[in-house]
């Protein structure tokens, strides 16, 4: 069975500077994607970023990245300039069929944004 | 508002009750999926449908559970003689037809269970 591993249940940053979160996951395809979802505070689920295991490059939306390091199956996510509006849940999915079929979530990891 | 919502936000039940909860996805979103979340975990799937077939469904989802699709637009989520144990968040998501390998899971804001 598929899994996803979020070690990190608590992370903290100064507003404005970086933070990683990271998250690995364990699967037999070679072609999927992963997704970062931003669950904030008593706000419905988002999707932050998504990156293609096909791809070399890492995907990129404004202040959000990821490093994706598909031999060792490590997938972070970096914020950039950190904002108050960043502080959330946030989780690592993976799609544990071929087709987007019933996402496999990490157990999340809950930002705080230090003003 | 063309987002996926969900109906009730909050639902209070006392043990054994029946509780139905509706979604409603995104416009010609064929594909919808049913998520529970319990505090502090990260959502577990429970069922999927592409349009009003249900594909599959998580050993989560024991017989007291039934879900719903009946047109391939909205979809309802059934628990009866509802347990202390069903409290939780219950998720509503849905994608489009797939055109490339993967398509992303919109999400709804959630229907928040209380069995007392």
């Known amino acids: 069975a598929q899994t996803v591993t979020q070690s990190q249940p608590e992370m903290s940053v100064q507003e404005a500077e970086t933070v990683t979160l990271s998250c690995t996951y364990d699967?037999?395809?070679?072609?999927?994607?992963l997704f970062w979802y931003k669950q904030p505070p008593s706000r419905q689920m988002i999707l932050v970023i998504r990156?293609?295991?096909?791809?070399?490059q890492n995907a990129t939306e404004n202040r959000f990245s990821v490093n994706f390091q598909k031999a060792a199956k490590s997938f972070s996510l970096k914020i950039s300039d950190s904002q108050l509006g960043d502080a959330a849940m946030y989780f690592c999915?993976?799609?544990?069929?071929?087709?987007?079929?019933?996402?496999?979530f990490g157990t999340g990891t809950r930002l705080t944004i230090i003003p | 508002d063309t987002g996926v919502s969900q109906d009730p936000r909050h639902k209070i039940t006392k043990r054994g009750q029946n509780v139905t909860f509706r979604c409603d996805p995104i416009?010609?979103?064929?594909?919808l999926y049913w998520y529970r979340q319990t505090l502090g975990q990260g959502p577990e799937f429970l069922t999927y449908?592409?349009?009003?077939?249900?594909?599959?469904k998580s050993r989560l989802l024991s017989d007291r559970f039934s879900a719903e699709r009946p047109k391939g637009s909205f979809s309802t989520l059934e628990i009866q003689r509802t347990e202390q144990g069903d409290s939780a968040m219950y998720l509503c998501?849905?994608?489009?037809?797939?055109?490339?390998?993967?398509?992303?899971?919109?999400f709804g804001p959630g229907t928040r269970l209380l069995v007392l």
């Open positions: 699967t037999s395809e070679s072609d999927y994607y």
């Open positions: 999915a993976y799609p544990s069929n071929f087709g987007n079929e019933k996402l496999t």
């Open positions: 449908f592409q349009n009003e077939a249900q594909l599959e």
């Open positions: 990156q293609e295991a096909y791809k070399q």
């Open positions: 998501a849905s994608s489009p037809r797939p055109t490339s390998l993967s398509e992303t899971q919109y």
């Open positions: 416009s010609e979103h064929n594909r």
